[in-house]
């Protein structure tokens, strides 16, 4: 490895450490405001619909309203229905005809203790409508009382079914009809009105999720770095993080074509067949996330337009899947981050393009998602072969040319123009290119830094083992140490630990083909050793398909380099037999020559 080569590499190493120091979430001082840091639960009643730990604060109750435009809503009795399906179990009450729960079948939280659940079940429920009556009461659809079509239980785990709920507002009526299908997470809501007048203004209705979707994995901090509320106006994806500030908001006017709320990997999401008005995004932190008492809680909502026709709504409830989102056309899995505009020109096609696709294709065929990244990181040697031939051949001849560098270097050491110009003036006579080595090198951390992005976003790999790792878009902890190291982590991961020792082992390799210096000494121990300390959190996915990046290249350099040398030689030999060819024929020209003379000689003599 020559010196331009170190010099390349370790620059490129510096940038992915300082992009990956700004890109980590910064660590945000608790509100001054001690209601959003304390929270006083007495006296709230316990509504959850199952136990949901550590989901977030239990929701104030909200007031009772006294308004004779609500009669005949405003008791009634809290009774709980049961929705299944192939896919997920949903809970909904008579009281606001709202969702409280709602559990997905093939899921489960990262304790395996419980399927994921997506709605805080410790709150009055996630769906609401919210309007102003004639006397300019703000009303919210869950402090009324509902007439449900159906007893305890909807089975729709075979067939489409409808669940009606429908409230007396005064001399109006207010209809909510949720239809289930089997084998899809899309719920359809439709809320139809007669006599409007009677229990609304004109200024028309909101619809809100209110909630968020509760964590469901081991580490909160990266979880609630992933998290958060996204709507799509004018054609672009918006949202509001809680990564910063404590608390955000974002409204929208005009026509919003959706409205959605995440977590790391599954999300809810708000998608109305007829245009909107608007939308409104708050998001509410508090505490820090190593603290028991963190939470997130978002709340979105579509600003509809009075109409006296029946609006449909589409609600997508499930897993951040590419191919179940792609299927609406409206750039839903836009929600996912894959890193700054810098980087997501290049991220975001590579895993849209490159990664699901293959991840979607050999999933099916091959045992093991482990497996699919070993095939992953062959296929990216594969593509790479020629420029990976072509950088170790410029490298053979750089090393050639060691001689000639260091003669020019002593003929012009007082003058570093002459010198540079000396050595282009080599390089174009002799066809090398001195940064040729370096450009496989700079071709793989676009696909490392997307992988980084993409794999721990990867519903396909979630909770997916491989070898001794438990889950692939998680960190393999092999050791737990008894203290934390600043930029490493208080665990040493697994693959990581080989990726770095596979480095080491491939520098050595490259070393031994390549004139040694005491920079690349330092450099085949420093560069893996850093590589090692940033990957150490990362997913082991990212860190095992390093690994085996890192061994298919040794193996590829290996080979590459004997095919040089036989090459070398097959060169010499045939120069040597070209000469040995020549001075043969001299001779025997020679030969031939002086021995016809003495024949005519001789018959003189005979004569």
């Given at each position: 490895?020559?010196?331009?080569?170190?010099?390349?590499?370790?620059?490129?190493?510096?940038?992915?450490?300082?992009?990956l120091?700004?890109?980590?979430?910064?660590n945000?001082?608790?509100?001054?405001?001690?209601?959003?840091?304390?929270?006083?639960?007495?006296?709230?009643?316990?509504?959850?619909?199952?136990?949901?730990?550590?989901?977030?604060?239990?929701?104030e109750?909200r007031?009772?309203?006294?308004?004779?435009?609500?009669?005949?809503?405003?008791?009634?009795?809290?009774?709980?229905i049961?929705?299944?399906?192939?896919?997920?179990?949903?809970?909904?009450?008579?009281?606001?005809?709202?969702?409280?729960?709602?559990?997905?079948?093939?899921?489960?939280?990262?304790?395996?203790?419980?399927?994921v659940?997506?709605?805080?079940?410790?709150?009055?429920?996630?769906?609401?409508?919210?309007?102003?009556?004639?006397?300019?009461?703000?009303?919210?659809?869950?402090?009324?009382?509902?007439?449900?079509?159906?007893?305890?239980?909807?089975?729709?785990?075979?067939?489409?079914?409808?669940?009606?709920?429908?409230?007396?507002?005064?001399?109006?009526?207010?209809?909510?009809?949720?239809?289930?299908?089997?084998?899809?997470?899309?719920?359809?809501?439709?809320?139809?009105?007669?006599?409007?007048?009677?229990?609304?203004?004109?200024?028309?209705?909101?619809?809100?999720?209110?909630?968020?979707v509760?964590?469901?994995?081991?580490?909160?901090?990266?979880?609630?770095?992933?998290?958060?509320?996204?709507?799509?106006?004018?054609?672009?994806?918006?949202?509001i993080?809680?990564?910063?500030?404590?608390?955000?908001?974002?409204?929208?006017?005009?026509?919003?074509?959706?409205?959605?709320?995440k977590?790391?990997?599954?999300?809810?999401?708000?998608?109305?067949?007829?245009?909107?008005?608007?939308?409104?995004?708050?998001?509410?932190?508090?505490?820090?996330?190593?603290?028991?008492?963190?939470?997130?809680?978002?709340?979105?909502?579509?600003?509809?337009?009075?109409?006296?026709?029946?609006d449909?709504?589409?609600?997508?409830?499930?897993?951040?899947?590419?191919?179940?989102?792609?299927?609406?056309?409206?750039?839903?899995?836009?929600?996912?981050?894959?890193?700054?505009?810098?980087?997501?020109?290049?991220?975001?096609?590579?895993?849209?393009?490159?990664?699901?696709?293959i991840?979607?294709?050999?999933?099916?065929?091959l045992?093991?998602?482990?497996?699919?990244?070993?095939?992953?990181?062959?296929?990216?040697?594969i593509?790479?072969?020629?420029?990976?031939?072509?950088s170790?051949?410029?490298?053979?001849?750089?090393?050639?040319?060691?001689?000639?560098?260091?003669?020019?270097?002593?003929?012009?050491?007082?003058?570093?123009?002459?010198?540079?110009?000396?050595?282009?003036?080599?390089?174009?006579?002799?066809?090398?290119?001195p940064?040729?080595?370096?450009?496989?090198?700079?071709?793989?951390?676009?696909?490392?830094?997307?992988?980084?992005?993409?794999?721990?976003?990867s519903?396909?790999i979630?909770q997916?083992?491989?070898?001794?790792?438990?889950?692939?878009?998680?960190?393999?902890?092999?050791?737990?140490?008894?203290?934390?190291?600043?930029?490493?982590?208080?665990?040493?991961?697994?693959?990581?630990?080989?990726?770095?020792?596979?480095?080491?082992?491939?520098?050595?390799?490259?070393?031994?083909?390549?004139?040694?210096?005491?920079?690349?000494?330092?450099?085949?121990?420093?560069?893996?050793?850093?590589?090692?300390?940033?990957f150490?959190?990362?997913?082991?996915?990212?860190?095992?398909?390093?690994?085996?990046?890192?061994?298919?290249?040794?193996?590829?350099?290996?080979?590459?380099?004997?095919?040089?040398?036989?090459?070398?030689?097959?060169?010499?030999?045939?120069?040597?037999?070209?000469?040995d060819?020549?001075?043969?024929?001299?001779?025997?020209a020679?030969?031939?020559?002086?021995?016809?003379?003495?024949?005519?000689?001789?018959?003189?003599?005979?004569?």
């Open positions: 490895m020559d010196r331009n080569t170190v010099i390349a590499t370790v620059l490129i190493g510096i940038i992915m450490v300082v992009w120091y700004w890109m980590a979430p910064q945000v001082p608790p509100p001054d405001d001690p209601a959003l840091g304390e929270v006083d639960t007495t006296g709230v009643p316990d509504t959850s619909v199952d136990a949901a730990p550590d989901l977030r604060r239990p929701s109750p007031q009772a309203v006294v308004d004779s435009s609500l009669a005949g809503a405003l008791e009634g009795e809290s009774r709980l049961t929705v299944e399906t192939d896919l997920y179990e949903a809970v909904y009450s008579t009281q606001g005809a709202t969702l409280k729960s709602f559990k997905l079948k093939r899921y489960d939280r990262s304790d395996h203790a419980a399927p659940q997506v709605v805080d079940t410790t709150g009055q429920g996630s769906i609401a409508l919210v309007f102003t009556s004639p006397a300019s009461h703000s009303i919210d659809t869950r402090q009324l009382f509902f007439e449900a079509d159906a007893a305890e239980r909807v089975d729709a785990t075979a067939n489409e079914q409808t669940l009606v709920f429908e409230a007396r507002l005064g001399a109006g009526v207010l209809r909510q009809t949720y239809t289930f299908k089997p084998k899809t997470y899309e719920v359809g809501l439709r809320i139809e009105t007669e006599n409007p007048q009677a229990f609304s203004t004109d200024q028309g209705y909101d619809i809100l999720w209110d909630g968020g509760p964590f469901a994995e081991d580490d909160r901090k990266s979880e609630g770095t992933r998290a958060g509320a996204f709507a799509r106006s004018g054609g672009e994806v918006e949202e993080n809680l990564n910063s500030d404590a608390y955000e908001e974002k409204s929208f006017r005009g026509r919003v074509d959706w409205v959605a709320v977590n790391q990997y599954f999300t809810a999401a708000i998608i109305p067949t007829t245009e909107s008005e608007g939308a409104e995004l708050i998001g509410e932190r508090t505490a820090e996330p190593e603290d028991p008492a963190f939470w997130e809680d978002y709340e979105i909502s579509l600003q509809m337009p009075p109409t006296t026709e029946a449909e709504f589409r609600l997508y409830i499930g897993p951040m899947e590419y191919y179940r989102l792609s299927r609406y056309d409206l750039g839903l899995y836009g929600m996912v981050d894959y890193g700054y505009d810098l980087f997501e020109w290049m991220t975001r096609p590579l895993a849209k393009f490159v990664f699901i696709p991840f979607n294709f050999l999933g099916k065929w045992p093991n998602y482990g497996i699919v990244i070993v095939v992953l990181a062959i296929l990216m040697k593509v790479l072969y020629p420029l990976t031939k072509a170790y051949r410029s490298m053979a001849k750089m090393r050639d040319l060691q001689p000639q560098m260091e003669a020019i270097k002593e003929k012009h050491s007082e003058n570093p123009q002459k010198q540079q110009e000396a050595m282009m003036k080599m390089y174009k006579e002799t066809g090398v290119n940064l040729g080595g370096c450009l496989p090198m700079l071709l793989q951390y676009p696909v490392i830094i997307a992988l980084w992005q993409f794999l721990p976003q519903i396909e979630r997916k083992g491989f070898l001794w790792a438990a889950d692939l878009s998680a960190p393999d902890k092999i050791l737990q140490l008894p203290f934390e190291i600043p930029l490493y982590g208080d665990f040493v991961a697994g693959f990581t630990l080989l990726m770095g020792l596979s480095m080491v082992v491939q520098m050595r390799i490259q070393m031994a083909s390549t004139p040694s210096t005491p920079q690349t000494k330092i450099f085949t121990y420093v560069m893996p050793v850093m590589i090692f300390a940033i150490n959190r990362f997913a082991s996915g990212l860190s095992l398909y390093y690994l085996c990046y890192n061994v298919f290249t040794a193996i590829q350099q290996k080979f590459i380099n004997k095919s040089i040398e036989r090459e070398k030689e097959a060169a010499s030999n045939g120069q040597g037999t070209k000469r060819a020549r001075k043969a024929a001299k001779k025997g020679k030969k031939g020559s002086s021995g016809g003379k003495r024949s005519a000689g001789k018959q003189r003599i005979r004569k």
